[in-house]
């Protein structure tokens, strides 16, 4: 007859324990589980991926609800235990259920420490530790403006880079005067902020809450130093604590968190403790992989398995920060008796600091660049000592005594079994290795199918395959070619051309004819797929709005402070006098805080609010730019032979014919055009996608430059001698370009990628050139100004109405109002 093991808590730790314990013995318990949430057991971690819009809730779901059927495990979802009866050995819940049970254990977790500040009881005061939280949060984003965020630790900055995604304004309040100040030292946190900063994120930092204003619903924060921030919503991220109510409650010996043991009991017998609830030798843990190691001692001892216990944990993170990798690790400060390695770029965003004690690595700080986190952290663990080879360590052996350091093979014998190699989804690299010698994984896509390693952020991959090799030998492993994303393990010419072949005309017919592994997609492929489909298909597929990026579906560019910038179309950077009053009118009616030209010859009116945005393009009654797109943005002119005294042709004419042509044209990346009267090309043609020099009876056409951060000088394409070859060769040019490039790839990335022999002969005969032009005039004939579709129709200007807030100025009604 099986024992009864309840277990209260379905969170992440709880669980894994659940795994690790049917495996090594699937028929001795009768297991029962209580969680409080109405969902199966989730991803905790990857919950700030849902509010960024990256994942669905589906894609953080660990374990399905038929695993839990499958297993013969009871799952009372939504149910609460409320007491324990330790003499009778039976649990409770608020349902009114009563279980019996042989064995127990607490998975409670912990609870989000809310501030007791005056107010925080008000409607819009949340805190961001489960689904609901993240519901919370998108639904305030459908109706609100303002989002405040106290707490500059990860869970915060996850937070508030989420609700930025959902078009928030977000002001992170922080009492120290480092970000992640328990995960990094003040050089990375700096890195760091300054990185956050520049992706939209306001700091607030050394400010101490007082007080939260509003009458039901938060209206702002007041500090103690007496400033005060205007928010709709407040989200605490100020820290976890065990929650350990219910175990104080039963009776049990309950410090910070329920006390435990090497093996995971509590005080009270057939008790047990596991996960951010207990405490460990005085130490509670709030990061996954001490969780995990914690369920798999617990499992064995469960299971009848003899374990050596548990020890303790030495910490490791390993973050991505909005997109930054971080990692820390052991002690990273500076202290007497301890001397630093530190290497930092700032030009690319990398800094690396290891910190030595007599000669033994005790801390790491990793930022930008974390490849070298799990040797490091293997060296802290194995305790090596450096004596006088320390630069060895980042600078390989040219950097110190000559003696060899680890490779990622030895780092891979070097490893105990036990040792966590996933941490976003705890997997071990016994784990690894089981599923590659008794499952029969000899790919890095079987191995994340079979265990979900590197299915999280996707750091450990590199430990991943090099454990893979190291078990199956290099001849062995299975090359398994990358997808376009996760999602697919096809590329991007399989896709398109199953695309073209099967006829397929929206992404959900690819992903489902395709047997897309996720059937929604990803922010990564869903993009790609709206563009591939309608470059095949442009008279069938029609646009896909929600799978555009959040610049191309508001049709403008958001702005670090939340606000937007607008920029209409003016050909080839001329303008006129009438179109210059009207932009200098709208810009005073709806108080636009900087007017600026751009390198591109055009007027930028920055710092509008969303709400503004329709009324302003109908008030400009000018075309998008499409200075937020994927597609053409602007033809730089200089004066040509109309004005200057050095120019052969008539450029300005030649710029505004090329734009007008091709204005609106959906590219796989932004793309540039300039045109040159003259070979002293002062506008400047030749580092642009495709530019036109003009010379002495004809013009030269220069191809993939790049003036970015890659800069690139164009190469020659052709020569041609009328302005009407030079429509037809752009023509040519830009429509192979749009079939043959990677989606987000610029032409001077695709045209070194395909060779430039490749394009040129692509383009040399006359019927090639005719017939790729012929299929970019289908799609230009199809494309219609966004900012008019906007204007003309009541259900596309929702999305619009639906954000403005409340109390805010109807421009209309205002103008309206002053001429009364």
């Known amino acids: 007859m099986k024992k009864k093991l309840v277990m209260i808590g379905n969170g992440m730790a709880g669980v894994s324990f659940v795994e690790q314990l049917l495996k090594l013995n699937p028929n001795r318990y009768e297991i029962v589980i209580i969680g409080s949430e109405p969902h199966p057991n989730y991803n905790r971690i990857m919950l700030s991926s849902v509010l960024a819009g990256d994942a669905s809730m589906k894609d953080i779901i660990l374990n399905d609800w038929n695993w839990y059927r499958d297993n013969g495990i009871q799952l009372l979802t939504g149910q609460e235990a409320v007491s324990v009866d330790a003499e009778e050995r039976t649990v409770t819940t608020n349902a009114g259920v009563t279980l019996a049970y042989d064995e127990l254990v607490f998975a409670t977790g912990s609870v989000p420490f809310m501030l007791p500040l005056p107010g925080a009881d008000k409607e819009g005061v949340i805190a961001f530790r489960d689904i609901k939280d993240c519901e919370t949060m998108m639904e305030t984003s459908k109706n609100y403006r303002k989002a405040i965020v106290i707490g500059g630790g990860l869970l915060g900055l996850e937070a508030a880079r989420g609700l930025i995604n959902l078009n928030m304004e977000v002001a992170v309040v922080h009492i120290n005067k480092n970000l992640m100040n328990l995960q990094l030292d003040e050089t990375a946190s700096r890195m760091l902020k300054a990185e956050l900063e520049s992706q939209g994120m306001r700091f607030l930092m050394e400010h101490k809450s007082a007080r939260i204003t509003g009458k039901e619903r938060v209206t702002g924060l007041t500090f103690e130093d007496g400033t005060h921030e205007a928010a709709d919503l407040i989200v605490m991220a100020v820290g976890i604590r065990p929650n350990a109510r219910l175990a104080k409650e039963s009776?049990?010996?309950?410090?910070?968190?329920?006390?435990?043991?090497?093996?995971?009991q509590a005080s009270i017998p057939n008790i047990h403790a596991v996960g951010e609830c207990a405490e460990h030798r005085g130490l509670t843990y709030g990061l996954v992989a001490p969780l995990y190691e914690q369920g798999a001692v617990l499992a064995k001892k469960?299971?009848?398995?003899?374990?050596?216990?548990?020890?303790?944990?030495?910490?490791?993170?390993?973050?991505?920060?909005?997109?930054?990798?971080?990692?820390?690790?052991?002690?990273?400060?500076?202290?007497?008796?301890?001397?630093?390695?530190?290497?930092?770029?700032?030009?690319?965003?990398?800094?690396?600091?290891?910190?030595?004690?007599?000669g033994k690595i005790i801390g790491t700080v990793l930022f930008g660049d974390t490849s070298d986190s799990s040797r490091l952290f293997s060296l802290i663990r194995s305790g090596q000592d450096f004596t006088g080879k320390e630069k060895e360590v980042l600078f390989g052996p040219s950097g110190g005594g000559g003696s060899k350091t680890l490779s990622m093979e030895d780092l891979v014998t070097a490893m105990s079994g036990d040792e966590i190699v996933c941490g976003?989804?705890?997997?071990?690299?016994?784990?690894?290795?089981?599923?590659?010698?008794?499952?029969?994984?000899?790919?890095?896509?079987?191995l994340k199918a079979c265990t979900k390693a590197s299915a999280g952020c996707g750091g450990c991959k590199p430990l991943v395959e090099a454990i893979l090799t190291t078990t199956l030998g290099a001849d062995q492993v299975t090359k398994v070619k990358e997808g376009i994303c996760g999602c697919t393990t096809m590329s991007r010419d399989e896709v398109v051309n199953a695309i073209q072949q099967m006829r397929l005309t929206t992404t959900k017919e690819v992903m489902h004819v395709l047997e897309w592994h996720n059937p929604e997609g990803c922010s990564k492929c869903r993009p790609a797929l709206n563009y591939y489909l309608g470059m095949a298909f442009p008279e069938e597929h029609g646009d896909e709005p929600e799978s555009r990026f959040v610049n191309e579906r508001n049709h403008?560019?958001?702005?670090k402070d939340g606000t937007f910038s607008v920029v209409p179309r003016i050909y080839g950077g001329v303008t006129t006098p009438e179109d210059l009053k009207r932009i200098a009118i709208v810009a005073e009616k709806y108080q636009v805080p900087l007017v600026k030209f751009t390198g591109g010859q055009r007027i930028d009116l920055l710092g509008v609010k969303k709400e503004d945005l329709p009324g302003m393009w109908k008030d400009l009654d000018m075309p998008s730019g499409y200075a937020y797109g994927k597609s053409l943005r602007t033809v730089k002119t200089c004066v040509g032979n109309t004005f200057c005294r050095f120019g052969t042709q008539d450029a300005i004419k030649m710029g505004i014919d090329l734009e007008k042509k091709f204005e609106r044209l959906d590219t796989p990346h932004k793309v540039k055009l300039a045109v040159s009267g003259c070979p002293r090309n002062c506008a400047e043609a030749t580092i642009k996608d495709l530019g036109v020099v003009a010379i002495d009876g004809g013009w030269e056409l220069y191809m993939a430059g790049n003036g970015g951060t890659r800069v690139r000088a164009a190469d020659l394409l052709v020569k041609v001698k009328t302005e009407e070859e030079v429509l037809e060769w752009t023509g040519a040019y830009l429509q192979y370009y749009r079939e043959t490039a990677n989606y987000l790839e610029r032409t001077s990335e695709w045209a070194v990628r395909v060779g430039l022999d490749t394009v040129k002969k692509a383009l040399e005969k006359k019927e090639d050139r005719d017939a790729l032009n012929a299929r970019i005039d289908k799609t230009l004939d199809l494309m219609q100004d966004p900012w008019k579709q906007i204007i003309e129709n009541d259900d596309l200007r929702v999305a619009f109405d639906a954000l403005t807030a409340k109390g805010a100025v109807n421009p209309e009604a205002a103008a309206a109002n002053e001429s009364k």
């Open 556 to 559: 403008a560019n958001i702005q």
């Open 302 to 358: 469960l299971a009848g398995v003899d374990s050596g216990g548990y020890h303790g944990t030495v910490l490791s993170t390993k973050l991505k920060v909005s997109g930054v990798n971080v990692f820390s690790a052991g002690r990273y400060t500076d202290e007497p008796g301890t001397k630093a390695l530190r290497v930092q770029d700032d030009l690319d965003g990398v800094y690396k600091k290891v910190v030595f004690e007599n």
């Open 251 to 264: 009776g049990l010996e309950v410090n910070r968190g329920i006390v435990v043991d090497d093996h995971l």
């Open 424 to 446: 976003c989804n705890g997997v071990t690299k016994d784990t690894l290795v089981e599923a590659i010698t008794e499952k029969g994984c000899v790919s890095l896509g079987e």
